[in-house]
Structures are given as structure tokens and as C-alpha cells.
């Protein structure tokens, strides 16, 4: 199986739900199948998302994922642009992608 | 236009490229309202006091206390226990008395937002709660204002510019809901390091001068700052207006921010209405 | 070891993930000294100051003047005509007077800066021209010390800590020659934005306290900061020692500090021997 | 005759040797021919150093160049990285590489 290596980012108190790391470095598949009847496709950031939840998520679920995506409180940025003008979880994965996940910070 | 004195205060920075004359005389007749007196409100005010802003509003209604000197630097050891906001003010008296200072030492609330924004041309967010950040984004998006906003936790900082030129994202358009809880505590909780503060209160006041002499490129972004990682800062390119957004597209079916319960919307754990600046 | 009041007033930041009871001891008994009491100098000494550095030297043989109020944000209208050292001492005084001050009004010069620099753990370039930069570079190595040095002209910063654990490169090291002075004037030829010497000389403090407590990762970095660039901030790796820079590797042919003419070497124009500020 | 793609960026004042612009977008020969000869051999930064200042240096060469590099003032980065740590001008230039020239500030 193909797979892509990504450098994963935590921030903004996200973290802590990683291993409290900050930095990751993962390999996925580039194809994944979605179900075996259908044919594989190439990974997006949704499939991403599930990939973090089922593979790096350590706790609390709930303040990761919601409704099959990231929780809104979650800005999700690819290659330093936020993942909007990218296609959001549409938006197929290349090899050495840096994507971060950041939460809104209150301090001041 | 310019006295004297103030053509030799200025003048190092009336000499830069793309700066001179109009651009202090657009700073002397500009306004800006500092929400927050505490560690990213202190150093914002002072740069934008000495750089000469016309008209200053500082809005805290906090008193000093002993742990606030770790990082708020305009407050004194011989302040404590006046409320913030004038005691900013004494300080950038000291540094620049020929600019007009506002003190404000009420709370910011949903029923007095409007009005206190109202009369500025530019606001910053310098608070340390998520339901006076939104009160803040909603009533500048309202108000058709540039909203300089930023935030500081334990050594990691983030910048940006809200409602930029009126098609720039608003703090909604962004995060649509508030953090959880459990993963952002307050400054009280989590802890921060004063010059994380420091630089990114500086940043908003270079932000700020930016906007008002024209000097701004206008394209939204979002600075993340982390004093112990390697490259420190990063630089987020943003998307324009979420067109589902309640604040930017408001519908009659979405309450005015006088009726919104923000405390509430944000889970209603926040222990301080208001930023205190610890 | 600290008091209650200590605890009180540092907590925010002994409270951090990595920092605690023994971060806030080491700045306690640290000492750094701040060389210029400029538009960098001035944040610099803020943020050392409220962290609780135990022990500051501030060195600037200048006297305040009305046009460095525009950035040099310790200094005050009142305090205008004496000198710089003076008064940015009485402004941390009033921050924070648990920590013991050293004030020097004296030039920077080669025969007095091993003295001058050597009962420091910490130095910071905060000074405004080519042959004090060499100076002090020269000196920190030739003491082992760590120099945090900062520019700033115009809209542009530059950051980076020389002879970083006596591995890392010096000044020397990167730049054998000084600029050409057709290309580098000074602040007061080219002009200089408050916010930026204020955002570097904050980055500056940043530095500083991250080597005293241990947090530094130790790798020679870069920042190179442009306030109207987009992105503002970037950061460069850096080499080790040159192995021919005759400050880190020097031979019997070099002469000493003490009977170098830094002046000659940058070819003789600047104006002011020693960093005035402006 | 095939062509990479650079961007350059001049600081720290040396944008004012070139039209006063910072940044700068390039093509260079990626295999340029040093005498007639001679094998072509790939692009490096000595390479690069000589077509800036045939093609986009304006006035005072003295100040960018000396003894065949750049003057010793002068820092290169190699897509943020010290040039001494890419071997200096014998770097090879790759399609989409960011060279930047800086050089040091005084002032405070
Ligand atoms: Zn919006
Ligand atoms: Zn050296």
C-alpha cells in the first residue's frame, strides 16, 4: 500500500488531547478504500481527521470531532492556509503536507 | 498641522519611506480603543501613545494587583489597587501628553458595546475571556470597524486583524464556536510568560499604525506565535467572510448583540465577565 | 528561597509547564546587562525586569531627548535632559523594586568592556552602530558570555544570540565585514518605526530569560522581522563558529580588544562613537 | 535551453542596489555553459551571484560583489538556511529555491 508522509501540528491547547505533543510526523495511505466495494480514493483531510481520531487521539474525543469533521472551535490550516480556500475536508493530501489544527487562544 | 515639538518628537519615524507628514497627521486625528489594560493592552498602549495616535480610549475596569507586574509593564508597584485603566493612563501621560486619552473603567457589556465602540476608528481586543472576545467581534463587525485582536497563554500568542476593510473573516467566521473548556483555562490557570504579552501587544499596535496610515496590505492573516518552538512565528493566510456567519450575514431570525447571552454561548464557566488581565 | 510577595507577584509565569520554582530562582540570581537604553534597550529592560531578573546593569552615556519618546518608551517627558541609564533605572525601579540595578553612563569602549561585561551572565546588544556591535561581540566571546543582539532600522528587525553556548556563531563569525555605510545609515538618517524596535527588543528579553532558565533549544537562529512583509517573521539556521573568524579562533597575530580600532574598521564614518538611541 | 524558476530577496538595505525592490522572481539557465569548451554543469549560487549582477544589480557593484562572491558583509540563505551550511556557492540551484541576500543592520 502507498502511503504519504505528513507533518501533523497541534495548537492552542490542543495538544493536550495529543500526548500533550505538539509535533508529529505520520505516514497514511495515499488510497485509502473507503468501504471495499467502492474504489480507493485518494486521502483528504477528512479522512485525515478520522485517521488522527482512530490512530493519535489519546482522550476526549467530543473536543476533537464533531458531526464527522473538526469541532468549529477548530481551525484547520494547510501548508500555512486556512483550509477554506483549500476545499476544507475535500482537499487531497501530498506527500510532505504540513497541516495544523489550532484553537482559538483567550489569555491576555 | 504639526507644532514644532511635535515635528521633532516624530520625526524619526516622519522620515520613513511611505510615512511622512500624512501619515502623522492621519494618526493624529485617529482614535483607538484599547479593550484590556492588561499584559497585551499595556504594551499596545504605549506604542501607539508614543507614536502619536490623537486619541486613545483605554477600557479595563480592574484594579492593579501585585501579580499583574510580572508582565503588565505600565502599572506600578505604587498603583496597586487603582483601577487599570487609570493607571495606564497616568503612564502614557508621562510619555505623551499632547495626545487625548479616554478612561473607561466600566465593564464591557452587551448592553454597552455599541456606544463604547462607536466613537473609534479602531479597536483591539486585548482580553483574556472568549465571551467579551465575541461581544467584541460582533459589535465591531456591526459598528463596520477593524478589530485588532490578540491573545496570549503560557508561552504561545496568536494576532489577527478582524472585519479587515469590512470583507476580512470576523472572530465567528473562524471559530464559529468557542474552545472547550478543558482545553484553554484563563491566564489564572494555565499561567503566561510577560514577554509572550509583550510581543504580541506590540504587534497589535504596529498592526494598528498599519491600518491607519495605509500602510496595511489589507489581506487577512493570522500570526501564531510560540516562544519555544522553532520557527517562533508563523504566518496564516485567511479565508474572506464565512458566508454562514451570524455576525457578518445576520439574519432577523439571529438576536441584536444586546440580547445575546455571551457568557452563556461560551459554555458560562468563565469565571470573570470581564478581562482582568490575570 | 523567594517570599511571599515574590511568590505572589511571579506566579503567572512559575506556574508555566517547564518553568516553576526553579526557572524563577535562576533569573533571581542571574544578572544580565543591557547595553543601550534605546529604542531596544527600553522593552528589553521592562520585560527583564518585571520576570524578576535578580541583578541589571543599564549602560547609555546619552541623555533623554524629546525625539526618542517616539519608541523609547522608559523614558518620560519629565525626564528629558538627563541621562538615559538614569532614567530607564527609575522607570524599573517603579516596576519592580526587589531587583538590584546597575547603572552605567559611561561609553562602551575596547578599554573597558572586558570589565565592563564580565560580571554578567548575560549580555544584550541593544546599541545603534557597527563598532560597538564588533565590540561587543569580540568581548562576549573572548568571556564566554552569550550576546542577544538586536537591530532595528526603518520597518526592519533582526534578532539572534551570538556565541550561544561558546559554540554557536559570532557576529564575526557571519558578517567578517561591516555593511557598507552607503546602504546602512543610521535611525536618524533612515528612520525607525517605535513598534519595531519595540517588538525586538521584546524578543530580546524573550531570549534572555529563555537561556537563563534553560529553555533555550540551543540551535543559532536568525529572526529576521519586516513589519510591512507578508509574512512579518522569518527564521534562519544557522551555522556554527566560522573556523577562520579570528574573534572565535583567535591567533597571536590578532590584536586584543584593548588595542582594536572598531571605529577604523567600520570605516571610520560613523558619527557617534557609542550608541545614542537616535 | 531549459530555465529554473528562483525567488530572491534582498534585505537589510541591499534592496536599494536592486531598483529598491525586495523581492524578486527569476529564471536562470539551470545548466549554464561556463566556456564553450567546457561540459554545462548544473546552476550554483557563484552562478547566480554573477547573472544578478549582469541582469538585475543597478548601480555600485563594489557593494554586492568582491573577489568573485558576494562582500563579506553579505549574508545568503538558502530556503532559510545559512548558505555555509549548503556549501556555500557550489549549492546547486533546484526549480522553486528561495535565495535570500541580507545584510546586517546597526541600528536600535
Ligand atoms: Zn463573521
Ligand atoms: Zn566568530
Not at chain 2, 490623537?54 to 484594579?63: E, L, S
Amino acid at each position: 500500500m502507498l502511503t504519504i508522509s505528513l507533518k501533523i501540528e497541534f495548537a492552542g491547547g490542543l495538544e493536550l488531547l495529543f500526548s500533550n505533543q505538539r509535533s508529529h510526523r505520520i505516514s497514511i495511505p495515499s488510497n485509502p478504500a473507503s468501504t471495499p466495494n467502492e474504489p480507493p480514493k485518494r486521502a483528504d483531510i477528512t479522512y485525515l481527521i478520522h485517521w488522527l481520531k482512530d490512530n493519535l487521539l489519546k482522550e476526549r474525543v467530543e473536543l476533537f470531532i464533531e458531526n464527522g469533521t473538526v469541532r468549529p472551535g477548530i481551525l484547520v490550516l494547510v501548508n500555512d492556509t486556512d483550509w477554506e480556500l483549500e476545499g476544507e475536508g475535500s482537499y487531497e493530501l501530498m506527500d510532505g503536507d504540513e497541516i495544523v489544527f489550532i484553537s482559538t487562544l483567550h489569555g491576555g | 498641522m504639526l507644532s514644532l515639538p511635535e515635528y521633532k518628537r516624530y520625526g524619526r519615524q516622519m522620515i520613513l519611506h511611505q510615512f511622512g507628514l500624512p501619515a502623522q497627521l492621519k494618526l493624529k486625528s485617529s482614535s483607538v480603543l484599547v479593550v484590556g489594560a492588561g499584559g497585551l493592552g499595556c504594551p499596545a498602549l504605549q506604542y501607539l501613545a508614543a507614536a502619536g495616535v490623537g486619541r486613545i480610549g483605554i477600557m479595563d475596569h480592574d484594579v492593579v494587583e501585585l501579580s499583574n507586574l510580572q508582565r503588565q509593564i505600565l502599572h506600578t508597584e505604587s498603583r496597586i489597587g487603582i483601577p487599570k485603566a487609570d493607571s495606564a493612563a497616568q503612564a502614557l501621560k508621562e510619555i505623551n501628553s499632547s495626545i487625548d486619552l479616554d478612561v473607561h473603567t466600566t465593564a464591557l457589556s452587551p448592553s454597552n458595546a455599541l456606544a463604547t465602540l462607536s466613537p473609534y476608528d479602531v479597536i483591539l481586543d486585548c482580553t483574556d475571556n472568549a465571551p467579551t472576545r465575541y461581544l467584541l467581534s460582533d459589535t465591531a463587525v456591526a459598528l463596520g470597524k477593524p478589530l485588532v485582536s490578540g491573545a496570549a497563554q503560557k508561552y504561545d500568542g496568536q494576532l489577527s486583524t478582524y472585519n479587515l476593510n469590512n470583507t476580512g473573516p470576523c472572530y465567528r467566521c473562524l471559530f464559529p464556536k468557542p474552545p472547550a473548556h478543558e482545553l484553554v483555562g484563563t491566564c489564572e490557570e494555565t499561567g503566561i510568560l510577560g514577554a509572550v504579552t509583550g510581543t504580541i501587544g506590540n504587534l497589535q499596535a504596529l498592526e494598528a499604525i498599519k491600518i491607519i496610515t495605509g500602510l496595511h496590505d489589507g489581506i487577512p492573516s493570522l500570526l501564531i506565535f510560540s516562544a519555544l518552538a522553532s520557527p517562533p512565528f508563523r504566518s496564516i493566510k485567511l479565508r474572506s467572510r464565512r458566508p454562514t456567519c451570524p455576525a457578518c450575514f445576520p439574519s432577523t431570525s439571529i438576536p441584536p448583540i444586546q440580547q445575546t447571552d455571551y457568557v452563556a454561548f461560551c459554555g458560562g464557566l468563565t469565571p470573570n465577565w470581564y478581562a482582568n488581565g490575570l
